[in-house]
């Protein structure tokens, strides 16, 4: 049936024409944006997931903005340790030239001290951005990446402990912090006596010292002032020894043992009244007094813990004096342990810096992984947006003649009527 006051073929192309048309903007807004998924109305779960891929990019960027600032920092101090290390090297030529008679010793200790003062400087110059590696303080944790779980977003750093190299800061302990009474261990030893204390599993950054006290303790051989005061080790600051990174207890053992031998050699005390060995992680004392109502109590005392790392490791070269031929024999097994020291901050930075460096690397490509499946997501796909234009072109042409020649269907019933 035909009628003038409704047309079904005009309707059904008018709206295939519509929907034609509509498709047709759709891939123009694609082709012009770029984006297939501009908004969330385009697709609400493509939009969202995008979004929180693009603000995680944007995190990346900015964590790799501090790997670049952290690595430059410990670049810096990678290079000024092994800068040091080479003036320590410096160093012990001019000791090993000092153990010969006959050298002017003085000249050599003013060479020495010059070096010592370069190190110093090298020490308080080797900062970027305001941190320096090489001076004591907190340990500093740079931003390495970012965690997303189930549970929301956390963050996580690579750890860079300070190596602090400066001499005055490794330990300054005040008069009275070694009190009687107080240390891990504790022994007295009477008359002629061995007694031995082993050290515990050390703690990096932890001041180590032995501490002294005494009723009597042969006072004629041993300096009043320093060991024979009664309930207090006053000695026990100068013979002290700070837990570096990686030191096992036998390495602990052996600075104590060292420190002093080094305090009796600077006072002019007497071994044969107490002496210090270490074997391994135990240090053996050996008292000789004479009189078996003398005492000597020796402890192992430790000095405040923290989670910093202090290396020390200049703090013997700064303190080496080859003026005595005593002074310069002690200086060489002194700038050893410096050098070895030094060498052991440098590897501790290098392998920081190469982590950093890997990081860095690992950032970059998960931030490129992250950004094409950002673009797979949302991103017009040219080649088919182009191809689909050109048909739904085709179609609207297509449509237009349809809805036409529908439209042209009411005028045919006019001929009906005409005579």
Do not use: C, H
């Amino acid at each position: 049936m035909s009628s003038i006051n409704f047309n079904k073929s005009a309707l059904v192309a008018l709206d295939t024409l519509k929907g034609i048309s509509k498709n047709l903007s759709e891939i123009q807004s694609q082709i012009a944006t770029g984006k297939k998924v501009d908004s969330a109305k385009d697709n609400a779960a493509i939009w969202a997931i995008s979004k929180v891929m693009e603000s995680d990019v944007d995190g990346f960027a900015k964590i790799n903005e501090s790997l670049n600032l952290g690595a430059s920092s410990v670049a810096v101090a990678r290079a000024g340790s092994e800068q040091i290390e080479g003036l320590l090297e410096d160093m012990k030529g001019l000791i090993i030239a000092a153990q010969e008679e006959g050298q002017d010793r003085d000249k050599l200790q003013t060479d020495i001290d010059r070096l010592n003062e370069q190190i110093t400087s090298i020490i308080d110059a080797a900062q970027f951005n305001g941190v320096n590696l090489l001076k004591g303080g907190d340990a500093v944790n740079i931003l390495a990446s970012l965690d997303r779980s189930a549970s929301g977003l956390a963050t996580s750093s690579i750890r860079v402990d300070r190596q602090d190299m400066k001499a005055e800061q490794v330990v300054d302990t005040a008069a009275g912090v070694y009190a009687a009474g107080t240390g891990a261990s504790a022994a007295t030893l009477n008359a002629t006596q061995t007694q031995d204390i082993t050290v515990g599993t050390p703690t990096a950054g932890v001041a180590y010292s032995i501490g002294l006290t005494g009723t009597d303790a042969d006072s004629s051989a041993f300096v009043p002032a320093t060991y024979t005061t009664a309930g207090t080790a006053t000695g026990a600051a100068n013979i002290a020894y700070v837990a570096r990174e990686g030191d096992t207890a036998a390495d602990v053992a052996a600075g104590l043992a060292a420190a002093y031998a080094d305090y009796v050699a600077d006072n002019g005390l007497d071994t044969d009244v107490l002496n210090v060995s270490a074997d391994g992680a135990t240090l053996t004392f050996t008292s000789g007094v004479t009189d078996g109502t003398d005492t000597i109590a020796v402890r192992l005392d430790t000095v405040t813990s923290d989670d910093n790392v202090a290396s020390g490791a200049v703090t013997d070269a700064a303190n080496i004096d080859v003026t005595t031929t005593e002074g310069a024999a002690r200086a060489l097994a002194t700038i050893e342990r410096a050098i070895q020291a030094t060498v052991d901050v440098a590897a501790e930075f290098g392998s920081a810096e190469k982590r950093i460096s890997n990081q860095m690397e690992f950032v970059g490509r998960l931030m490129d992984a992250m950004k094409a499946g950002i673009s797979a997501l949302t991103d017009t796909d040219m080649e088919e947006a182009s191809a689909r234009l050109q048909s739904l072109q085709v179609q609207q042409q297509l449509g237009v003649q349809a809805l036409s020649i529908a439209n042209a269907s009411p005028q045919q019933l006019l001929s009906l009527f005409r005579s």
